[in-house]
């Protein structure tokens, strides 16, 4: 049975199964080129970050990132129903995205940055999943975790 809890750290369950997925394919991106914007300001982050759902991503860090973590949380509690309270509990997962280096989870020093984005779907009243933005992430977050 699963039981809600607030992680630090994915579930044993769901990490075994990205560890499965990793023996028969190899989830790495880091050979792509790519931009880093080290001072980037958190408005400045989140608007981007917005933009990507919007127009699409670009291999634009930390956006990029961001990006990624919010649909990888979403992910995971569609796929992963009673094991997160809500999508900051799956951000808050330190291995999330466990071969991102610009990944950071949801906490004091990000949870502005991550509001405004999660509140943005609010007010427009959309899903994250629904963006057309998110469907190569989608499947690979699928592929991951061994999702049919």
Not at 10 to 26: Q, V
Not at 116 to 125: A, D, K, Q, S
């Amino acid at each position: 049975m699963n039981k809600i809890i607030q992680a630090t750290k994915l579930p044993d369950e769901i990490r075994e199964k990205r560890e499965l997925a990793n023996l028969f394919k190899e989830f790495d991106d880091v050979n792509l080129a790519r931009i880093v914007l080290y001072s980037a300001k958190d408005d400045e982050i989140a608007d981007h970050v917005i933009r990507f759902f919007v127009e699409g991503s670009a291999l634009i860090y930390p956006f990029k990132s961001y990006f990624v973590a919010i649909v990888y949380a979403a992910c995971m509690i569609k796929y992963f129903p009673g094991y997160f309270l809500d999508i900051t509990d799956a951000l808050k997962c330190s291995d999330l995205l466990d071969k991102d280096d610009f990944y950071i989870p949801y906490n004091k020093m990000t949870y502005k940055i991550y509001n405004n984005i999660l509140r943005w779907f609010e007010r427009e009243r959309s899903e994250i999943l629904s963006f057309q933005s998110t469907d190569k992430t989608h499947r690979y977050f699928k592929e991951e975790f061994l999702i049919a």
